[in-house]
């Protein structure tokens, strides 16, 4: 049992898949209509649409400055020791993107200024091929976009409009024009010959740069590495290749300039120098030059060779001595009295290095970074993060340069003290040297030291000088910018791929809505909770007429009438053989179809040689009269009537030879009473003697109590449910009906269903009783002949 439910609840499952499937399958219209109309959309959008490109650039980004203290915070910054400090890549980044390099690049290509020309269908681009050109009187002053339209019909003169195409002026071609946007001046580079009209946008600098900043993206390759690339989407390719070939051009103009700056400082401080080390040799040669002449000295033969020889080299020692000390002294008083911003010269202590000194490292990481804080301030400001913390690093290296400097001096005085100490006891060997040799002698080491300073000096001014004049670009383009001839926006195949699944989804959607929000009962399938047996369905009557069923007819209502009739005998198995079968038929409200029902289930029996009888008791709202035309006097006559016997009011109907109706008579004010009568009892008693089938078309039992009054005169009921009109919540009453046996032997019937709405909605699909002639109607037969559907009524159904 287990089993076959599971087998009855796959089987139903699958059933319901197919029921929803051909469901929306026979809405394929509106799906077409759908598609077409998201893909037409789809396709305007498209031509309509500015096309974007995207266009990037490959740098590399050198990094010159390794070592010293900045790449030990660096190093660091990676241990997660001191990450406010960025690495030299990502300060070039930001470099990169600031708004000052940006700016440059929009002056250089004057991107401010756009010219477009409307086309055909979109409004085109004359980036670097607009006929004419305009120059601003001062691009800086501009403070407020403005749009002028620029018609040009021949000569040497042009009819200028503003945004709104009001006219502004007529002008000549160079001649200054004074707007609202600022002065400004139209140049023509055509050929003067063909007409046309060019629209010029205007606006400040500002808002370019920042239009095309927040378009700007630059980031890098691999974080293991200093290759950054540059990007940017713009609606004109060339556009989009020329900025970013700007922007890598200004960073390194920009960068050069940084790196020229400490050269130049450098030069600055050595050229002062010499001037003074100059005045001070001359004066030191002059003072020779007089002693000799004081003296009457022309050769002095020394006395004491051999202690001189011995004492050459403590005397050279002693000039590079003191020489170092002089610079040290010197750069110190500098650094000390040095501005905030200012640089230090970081090549003036070379030579130093040989004594283990850091000092010419740490003047340049101090170099390095006090140009990045000059960059920094740019585009950060003097309260930022980054700022205050490079400000403390840059207080702090110059702190340690000083210091440096303070131990280099303390060496070098100590290394001069050993040097004099050295002397003295040369000088005790050589006292009998003349007083003269000793004084020149004198006078010829401080002539010895200043030319020492003078030669370096002038060493170092001319490695500066090559360094100013050799400064190499801080980036080396690896890829130069490139579009791609694809555009990144819109994407074609992702709109028209959104417009086919948009296509289908709206009428999918609308269509699930509608099912959703419908409450109406449409097939076999909406009845099955209901625990009333199931006669059959019935599906829509074509005709125009309301003709009855007879022998020829072979349309689907008719066979489906056949079916129910055939379902019907089991129904009724319970009734004797010799006793007249009565057939009630009801509904729930009017317009369910139940006396269309009555009538043609009544000649459908009476097509089967049966003698039948179709009484119409629906008193209040009879509607017989419109399938068969009756006489005024029917039973509301008889019942109200002292008249006892009722088949004089019994006629036959026109081609039915077994067929006879009773006329429900006319409207009574008193319905239900006239029902109550015993005369009802007596009619029924008289009827079923003369007929074998009595069908009876009963009122709505929703809205009156006429049928439940009479339901202990039927043998049966059938229960009439039209599909796409009664409302699934009003079949509690039929089920309550039904539980509480107020109509005896019930059952349903379907009416009105629509045999091409999808799977299952055709008519006896085995349903109920006789099965087996239900499906497949109409082989041998030849169905009824019907008009072909339009595409109106293919597409909105019939009305």
């Known amino acids: 049992m287990r089993n076959e439910q599971e087998i009855l609840e796959s089987s139903d499952l699958n059933f319901k898949l197919k029921d929803t499937f051909f469901r929306y399958l026979s809405k394929w219209p509106w799906f077409v209509i759908s598609v077409a109309v998201a893909l037409s959309l789809a396709f305007i959008y498209l031509r309509y649409s500015v096309p974007k490109y995207s266009a990037s650039a490959i740098i590399l980004v050198k990094d010159d400055k390794k070592g010293g203290m900045v790449s030990e915070l660096a190093a660091l910054s990676e241990m997660d020791m001191m990450s406010g400090i960025k690495s030299t890549v990502d300060n070039e980044i930001e470099v990169i993107k600031s708004r000052t390099i940006t700016e440059f690049a929009i002056k250089d290509l004057e991107l401010n200024i756009h010219y477009t020309k409307e086309g055909t269908v979109k409004t085109l681009d004359l980036y670097k091929s607009s006929p004419v050109k305009v120059i601003l009187a001062n691009r800086d002053a501009i403070r407020q976009p403005g749009q002028y339209k620029i018609e040009f019909k021949g000569g040497d003169k042009f009819t200028l409009h503003d945004g709104e195409d009001n006219k502004i002026g007529v002008y000549k071609f160079g001649e200054s024009i004074k707007s609202r946007t600022g002065d400004f001046t139209v140049i023509n580079q055509s050929s003067g010959k063909e007409k046309f009209t060019v629209s010029v946008y205007i606006e400040p600098i500002a808002q370019t740069t920042q239009n095309f900043q927040n378009r700007l993206t630059v980031e890098l390759i691999n974080e293991k590495t200093s290759v950054v690339k540059l990007t940017i989407v713009d609606a004109v390719k060339e556009r989009a290749e020329d900025f970013l070939n700007a922007v890598i051009s200004n960073y390194n103009r920009d960068a050069i300039a940084d790196k020229n700056m400490v050269f130049k400082n450098t030069a600055n401080f050595i050229d002062d120098r010499l001037e003074l080390i100059t005045s001070e040799l001359g004066d030191v040669e002059k003072s020779g030059e007089n002693y000799k002449k004081n003296n009457g000295v022309t050769d002095i033969i020394s006395e004491a060779g051999i202690f001189l020889q011995n004492a050459t080299e ?11 000390l002089r610079i040290v002294a010197s750069l110190k008083d500098y650094v000390k009295t040095s501005k905030k911003t200012d640089l230090i010269p970081d090549n003036v202590l070379a030579s130093t290095t040989e004594n283990g000194s850091t000092t010419p490292m ?7 970074l006090m140009l990045k804080r000059n960059r920094l301030i740019e585009s950060a400001g003097p309260e930022n993060k980054v700022m205050m913390q490079t400000d403390a690093q840059l ?46 002698k004198s006078i010829v080491r401080q002539q010895n030291l200043k030319e020492a300073l003078y030669i370096y000096l002038l060493q170092k001014r001319e490695e500066t000088a090559i360094s100013l004049a050799s400064t190499a670009p801080n980036a080396k383009i690896i890829d130069s910018a490139l579009a791609l001839n694809i555009p990144v926006s819109p994407k074609t195949k992702v709109i028209y791929l959104a417009a086919l699944f948009l296509g289908l989804f709206i009428p999918f959607g609308v269509i699930y809505i509608i099912d959703l929000l419908d409450s109406k009962i449409h097939s076999q399938r909406d009845l099955e909770k209901l625990s009333v047996p199931f006669l059959g369905d019935v599906p829509r009557f074509e005709t125009e007429t309301n003709e009855l069923v007879n022998i020829h007819s072979r349309s689907s209502t008719a066979e489906s009438l056949r079916i129910i009739r055939t379902n019907l005998e089991f129904m009724l198995s319970g009734v004797a053989k010799d006793t007249a079968k009565t057939i009630f038929v009801t509904s729930t409200i009017p317009k369910e179809g139940k006396t269309f029902i009555s009538v043609n289930l009544a000649s459908t029996i009476a097509l089967s040689g049966k003698k039948v009888l179709l009484v119409g008791l629906d008193i209040r709202n009879p509607k017989l009269d419109e399938y068969i035309a009756l006489p005024s006097k029917g039973i509301t006559n008889f019942l109200s009537s002292g008249d006892t016997d009722i088949l004089p009011y019994i006629i036959n109907v026109e081609g039915f030879d077994n067929l006879f109706i009773l006329p429900p008579g006319i409207v009574p004010p008193n319905p239900a009473e ?34 439940i009054i009479i339901a202990n005169f039927a043998d049966c009921f059938v229960y009439v449910v039209r599909a796409n009109h009664l409302d699934k919540r009003m079949l509690a009453l039929p089920e309550s009906l039904y539980k509480e046996g107020k109509l005896p032997n019930m059952s349903t019937i379907l009416n009105d269903t629509h045999q091409n709405k999808g799977y299952g909605y055709g008519y006896g699909y085995g349903y109920g009783y006789g099965y087996g002639y239900g499906y497949g109607y109409g082989y041998g037969y030849g169905q009824d002949v019907k008009k072909p559907k339009t595409w109106r009524e293919k597409l909105f159904g019939k009305k």
Do not use: C, W
């Open 395 to 440: 207080a702090a290296l110059k702190e340690n340069v000083i210091s440096n400097l303070d131990r280099l001096k303390n060496s070098l005085e100590i290394k001069k003290k050993d040097l004099i100490a050295q002397q003295r006891k040369l000088g005790g060997k050589i006292s009998s040297v003349p007083t003269q040799e000793r004084e020149y």
């Open 674 to 707: 006239l029902l109550m009568s015993p005369k009802v009892e007596k009619m029924f008693n008289d009827l079923k003697a003369e007929y074998d089938y009595i069908v009876v078309d009963t009122a709505p039992v929703s809205l009156v109590t006429d049928t």
């Open 314 to 324: 403590f005397e050279k020692e002693y000039i590079e001595t003191e020489t170092q």
């Open 362 to 368: 740490l003047i340049t990481e101090y170099n390095d």
